[in-house]
């Protein structure tokens, strides 16, 4: 025992003292799980929604990864990210909630892959300098009852906005499942066709029925054959009452004998006497007519399924001013309808005929183009005083179109200042719109046989730094494109004590208004010769807190010679309420939201997001978003130095780094030891040596 005491007392002994120690905390710390996400937007931390999501679960969900393995950069990332995002899934979620991984070199995997709907995908490789395709799985599968959503991970950047899509789309799944449970009847996807627009020579008018028939074939195993497919070839009547009804285009001609007749083309999702529209119709591309939203249809037909039929936040929507049509895919919003319909629905509210319903806690007026009764305004008022949140797309110009009678001429137009009245909401709460468009300089650039580079100065392209980093709204966001938008004087809001004031985002320093002659032709324009009229203009601010009403009283009360009196009128808010003006209605239109991947969806979605209390799926979204774009004023030599910097410089400074510390280490090394040992013989030696 003697011996065994003595030998734990040397050296050797205090190494399998160590080697114990390291072991016996192992064995401790292997019952707990700790992680620290020191990345700045907490890209590897569960938010609480997605928490809430997955520990509420009733029934048994599961999510089945089908991923190749082995895969080259960035595929491999998505994995890895992939992986550490679900096992954070894992340790926040209730029993039934199950991450299935399949090995998906075993060909019984691959099989029950196909059974789901899961398709390979073609990716680009990099191998001894050579780029080739490869297929590869990448997808998840959410598995509910009877219902199933499948996710393709495949995009480069798929990591951005992963926990978003996989929370949402376990939501859906679970709400789909239990609504079809009851569902009456079958859904109905309606294509509208008239036969005879084909005469016409319409671009891809054509391939209509194909991808129809292939959509609905993948539509209907997904919502297990519950929907049903019907085509109608409408008359000229029928296509002006689908026009009226559901926003359907329709296109006019004249027949040999002067007969003028109408045809029309569009989907509807219907179940009983719920009709909903799908973004699909002809747009005029100069040239020729063509058929647009055959490439995201069967999306827009699973969005408006969804908004059919899963029970989703109702957000209010102002009509009866010409605001943008919701049902309109060439002018209208359409599109931004089907963005948000995966967990919000709009409701139109005609404020001349009834009230803001109690349980709707958002409004968004989009575009008005005719002034508002003082009536409507105070209801509006008296919502966001009682503690409702305001989104307003505001218009400063109108574009009126000449009417043509050939349907191949391009029609001229002319834009007129835009009096809706609501000025008087804003000023009240310290916002004040000016006349005029922003131009800027740093804007959307194309080229052009003719002219060369065009700048689109009205179309400004606000970079990470005119965007507010601080705000969940636009943080992480690289740049965004606006077009046609007013400047905002919010310095009275500023004022108030009252309220929080966010600049959302701005144009640059290179920025100026014009008020004469506005127009979308961008030759009209050039930068002024006087710079001193330049500067940042502010195109988007939020406004929280406590507001005074615009009104005194309520202007529909009337004189009561009975004498009794009524005292509902609201003068100052009761609750903290929320105002988000965005001084143009553009964002919410094909002009500018045409692809899901743009950054103006983003920018929507989270703006939506947040005026609906939803502030973690802000954050969700833009999770390991890479939107950081070098300014377009920078030189091609700097952008290429920044380059190289970014591919090698870094590895060079770290190196350089690092045999500097190296050689202080020695020298510092030396000097004690010849200055506290001067006759160790190495040191002796090693100078004799030299």
């Known amino acids: 025992m003697k011996k065994v005491i003595e030998w734990l007392k040397n050296s050797k002994g205090n190494i399998?003292?160590?080697i114990i120690l390291v072991v016996l905390v192992n064995l401790v710390f292997s019952k707990f799980f700790v992680r620290y996400d020191l990345t700045g937007p907490k890209s590897y931390t569960l938010s609480e929604s997605s928490r809430e999501a997955v520990k509420t679960i009733e029934q048994p969900l599961s999510l089945k990864v089908f991923f190749t393995k082995s895969l080259p950069s960035p595929y491999s990332d998505t994995y890895t990210y992939l992986k550490d995002l679900l096992s954070e899934y894992e340790n926040a979620a209730n029993s039934n909630f199950k991450v299935e991984w399949y090995d998906m070199d075993k060909e019984e995997n691959k099989k029950i892959a196909s059974n789901f709907g899961v398709n390979e995908v073609r990716i680009q490789q990099i191998e001894k300098e050579e780029a080739s395709l490869k297929n590869a799985y990448m997808s998840l599968v959410v598995s509910y009852?009877?219902?199933?959503?499948?996710?393709?991970?495949?995009?480069?950047?798929?990591?951005?906005?992963?926990?978003?899509?996989?929370?949402?789309?376990?939501?859906?799944?679970?709400?789909?499942?239990?609504?079809?449970?009851?569902?009456?009847?079958?859904?109905?996807?309606?294509?509208?066709?008239?036969?005879?627009?084909?005469?016409?020579?319409?671009?891809?008018?054509?391939?209509?029925?194909?991808?129809?028939?292939?959509?609905?074939?993948?539509?209907?195993?997904?919502?297990?054959n519950k929907v049903e497919l019907v085509k109608v070839n409408p008359d000229s009547q029928q296509s002006v009452d689908l026009k009226k009804n559901y926003g359907i285009v329709s296109l006019n001609w004249k027949e040999k004998d002067g007969t003028i007749n109408t045809g029309a083309l569009g989907i509807t999702v219907s179940n009983g006497d719920n009709v909903y529209p799908v973004a699909l119709g002809i747009e005029n591309a100069i040239f020729q007519y063509v058929v647009s939203g055959l490439d995201s249809l069967e999306d827009n037909i699973n969005y408006s399924i969804q908004n059919l039929l899963s029970k989703t936040t109702v957000i209010g929507y102002v009509t009866g001013h010409g605001e943008n049509d919701l049902n309109d895919s060439?002018?209208?919003?359409?599109?931004?309808?089907?963005?948000?319909?995966?967990?919000?629905?709009?409701?139109?509210?005609?404020?001349?005929?009834?009230?803001?319903?109690?349980?709707?806690?958002?409004?968004?007026?989009?575009?008005?183009?005719?002034?508002?009764?003082?009536?409507?305004?105070?209801?509006?008022?008296?919502?966001?005083?009682?503690?409702?949140?305001?989104?307003?797309?505001?218009?400063?110009?109108?574009?009126?179109?000449?009417?043509?009678?050939?349907?191949y001429q391009r029609p001229q137009s002319q834009f007129i200042a835009v009096e809706n009245g609501l000025s008087k909401l804003l000023d009240a709460y310290g916002l004040k719109i000016e006349k005029g468009w922003v131009m800027d300089d740093n804007c959307f650039k194309r080229n052009d046989q003719n002219y060369g580079e065009v700048k689109f100065y009205m179309v400004p392209q606000l970079r990470k730094e005119d965007l507010n980093q601080n705000n969940v709204i636009t943080k992480n966001l690289g740049f965004v494109l606006f077009s046609s938008a007013s400047a905002i004087d919010?310095?009275?809001?500023?004022?108030?004590?009252?309220?929080?004031?966010?600049?959302?985002?701005?144009?640059?320093?290179?920025?100026?208004?014009?008020?004469?002659?506005?127009?979308?032709?961008?030759?009209y324009y050039a930068p002024p010769s006087d710079k001193s009229i330049m500067g940042a203009k502010d195109i988007s601010v939020l406004v929280e807190g406590k507001?005074?009403?615009?009104?005194?009283?309520?202007?529909?009360?009337?004189?009561?010679?009975?004498?009794?009196?009524?005292?509902?009128?609201?003068?100052?808010?009761?609750?903290?309420?929320?105002?988000?003006?965005?001084?143009?209605?553009?964002?919410?239109?094909?002009?500018?939201?045409?692809?899901?991947?743009?950054?103006?969806?983003?920018?929507?979605?989270?703006?939506?997001?947040?005026?609906?209390?939803?502030?973690?799926?802000?954050?969700?979204?833009?999770?390991?978003?890479?939107?950081?774009?070098?300014?377009?004023?920078?030189?091609?030599?700097s952008k290429t130095f920044y380059k190289w910097f970014g591919q090698i410089g870094l590895a060079v400074l770290v190196a350089v780094a690092g045999l500097l510390v190296l050689l202080a280490r020695n020298k510092h090394r030396n000097a004690i030891r010849e200055k506290y040992n001067p006759d160790d013989p190495r040191f002796v030696q090693k100078k004799s040596d030299e």
């Open 16 to 18: 399998l003292l160590l």
């Open 145 to 224: 009852g009877d219902q199933s959503e499948v996710l393709y991970l495949s995009d480069s950047n798929e990591t951005s906005g992963l926990e978003y899509k996989i929370t949402t789309t376990i939501s859906k799944v679970i709400s789909s499942t239990d609504i079809l449970a009851g569902l009456k009847g079958k859904v109905r996807i309606t294509l509208y066709k008239t036969e005879r627009l084909g005469d016409f020579n319409i671009a891809n008018f054509d391939k209509i029925d194909s991808v129809v028939d292939q959509v609905y074939a993948n539509v209907s195993k997904k919502f297990g």
């Open 330 to 407: 060439r002018t209208g919003s359409a599109n931004f309808s089907a963005l948000i319909s995966d967990i919000y629905s709009f409701k139109e509210i005609k404020l001349a005929e009834e009230e803001i319903p109690v349980d709707i806690k958002c409004v968004v007026i989009n575009g008005s183009k005719s002034e508002f009764t003082d009536a409507e305004l105070y209801k509006i008022d008296q919502f966001v005083l009682k503690g409702g949140n305001l989104i307003v797309f505001n218009d400063s110009y109108q574009e009126i179109q000449q009417q043509s009678q050939n349907m």
């Open 490 to 523: 919010s310095s009275q809001a500023r004022n108030n004590p009252n309220v929080d004031v966010t600049v959302l985002a701005s144009t640059s320093s290179h920025s100026w208004v014009e008020s004469q002659n506005i127009s979308m032709n961008p030759l």
């Open 547 to 637: 507001f005074k009403s615009a009104f005194e009283k309520n202007p529909s009360e009337e004189e009561n010679t009975s004498g009794l009196t009524s005292d509902t009128h609201i003068s100052e808010s009761v609750q903290r309420g929320k105002v988000l003006l965005i001084s143009t209605s553009t964002p919410t239109t094909p002009l500018l939201l045409t692809s899901i991947s743009e950054p103006i969806v983003i920018f929507l979605r989270n703006a939506v997001d947040y005026m609906n209390g939803n502030e973690d799926f802000c954050s969700m979204r833009t999770k390991n978003l890479s939107l950081n774009a070098l300014r377009s004023d920078i030189s091609d030599g």
